[in-house]
């Protein structure tokens, strides 16, 4: 078995095992066929971050995934970030461990490229767990009649065009290098491909030439015989300031004439204060009377793939600004090379490695300590649920200050 870069004449096989691995993405027809193979033609000639590997038995493909190099701010450090996405096994070759071979490469792959951090949204989250994933932050998916946004100006709102690309991306990568979890946009592709979809419209906050917000949407047919009745499916909702969330969410409520929900995926959990009426849409109510507001799942997740070298990047970040002396005990069943115990001196919240003595200790699975990291989940959560020890209890109240952060990861990067 070999694992490898896959050649431009082996694209169609892969994209045959995609199709089968994920018949909803719905790749029987021809011309369907043709737009993902031009697709995948263009990520590995075209997007230098883009990477397709196979995994090959006998010189036959038998799997394929695509792994990419993305720029991460981690609290307030831009740092590479590997993930990886499309992972899919022949039919045929199935429970014969290629995913789990192809996920080892994956972390070794990016290890040996200097990151700590890995990311992937899981088919199924149960599978990436037991592989070492930790949950990220969840979503909530608001389905809003219109009238139910506020309504202030909208003088700022403009459709957005190609001429507009560059300063979508500078508004995109703005608001990521200071949003916790947010991937930096490194290349026009992915905006110009959304300029090009004539199913998708863009609309933005202009203050002069520069771009302070916008909105990415689709309409969707509502189920109802009434053809001028649809939805508002919103896929990206970004603003640097105030004054553009507003407009936005202004133009969003004055299309109430026509349009019957407008659904808001968010992972803002205090997105409910913003409305004076937040339920879902179906009256449905929960003992004892609370009202549905919204629909949440999980879906990024992450993996430190090298702690040590975590505290090395995070250098100058500083954890709850606390002195504590602490050693992680680290279980990595997946990645064995990760398991062990590290020692870590909190100096007013700046850590230093290469010390010896500890006043605390604590451990906990791979996947909890990587939520736990990125400000996913407080440690004495961890600790009640019954996911992480700790040597000494008085010491909960610290080390949960020492990885708490005000906001939680936050990524709209589609992979």
Not at 35 to 52: A, G, I, K
Not at 223 to 244: L, P, S
Not at 390 to 395: A, F, M, P
Request: proline fraction near 4%; charged fraction near 25%.
């Amino acid at each position: 078995m070999s694992i490898q870069l896959i050649p431009e004449k082996d694209l169609p096989d892969f994209m045959t095992i995609v199709a089968n691995a994920y018949p909803r993405m719905n790749l029987s027809t021809p011309e369907e066929r043709e737009r993902t193979l031009n697709h995948l033609l263009r990520l590995q000639n075209e997007e230098p971050t883009s990477h397709m590997y196979g995994v090959y038995r006998d010189g036959i493909l038998r799997g394929g995934m695509i792994l990419y190099d993305f720029t991460m701010t981690v609290f307030s450090i831009p740092t590479l970030v590997g993930g990886v996405g499309l992972v899919a096994v022949d039919l045929l070759h199935k429970r014969e461990k290629i995913c789990k071979d192809m996920i080892s490469f994956f972390l070794d792959y990016y290890k040996k490229k200097g990151s700590f951090l890995t990311s992937l949204y899981p088919f199924r989250p149960d599978f990436y767990k037991e592989m070492g994933f930790g949950f990220g932050t969840k979503l909530h998916q608001y389905r809003l009649h219109p009238d139910q946004l506020p309504a202030r100006t909208r003088e700022h709102i403009h459709f957005l065009s190609a001429k507009d690309t560059s300063a979508l991306v500078d508004c995109y990568n703005r608001y990521a290098m200071r949003t916790h979890g947010m991937m930096k946009l490194t290349s026009k592709r992915k905006v110009e491909r959304l300029m090009d979809d004539p199913l998708t419209r863009i609309v933005g906050y202009k203050a002069g030439d520069t771009i302070q917000g916008y909105l990415i949407f689709t309409f969707k047919e509502a189920e109802t015989e009434n053809f001028v009745i649809n939805d508002i499916r919103v896929r990206e909702f970004i603003c640097e300031t105030r004054e553009a969330f507003w407009e936005l969410l202004t133009f969003l409520h004055s299309q109430k004439d026509q349009i019957r929900y407008c659904i808001i995926n968010t992972h803002d959990e205090c997105f409910h204060h913003l409305l004076d009426d937040p339920r879902y849409g179906e009256d449905m109510l929960m003992p004892h009377i609370y009202h549905e507001t919204d629909r949440g799942g999980v879906g990024l997740m992450y993996r430190v793939i090298d702690v040590r070298r975590a505290f090395e990047v995070l250098k100058d970040h500083n954890f709850g600004g606390l002195d504590c002396r602490l050693r992680i005990d680290i279980e990595d069943r997946f990645y064995p090379e990760n398991q062990g115990s590290y020692i870590i001196h909190f100096e007013k919240g700046i850590p230093r490695l290469g010390r010896n003595d500890f006043e605390v200790s604590i451990c906990l699975e791979i996947s909890d300590f990587s939520s736990l990291i990125m400000g996913v989940v407080p440690f004495d959560k961890l600790h009640i649920y019954g996911l992480a020890e700790i040597s000494d209890c008085g010491y909960i109240d610290i080390v949960t200050r020492l990885f708490a952060w005000p906001e939680k990861p936050v990524c709209t990067t589609e992979f």
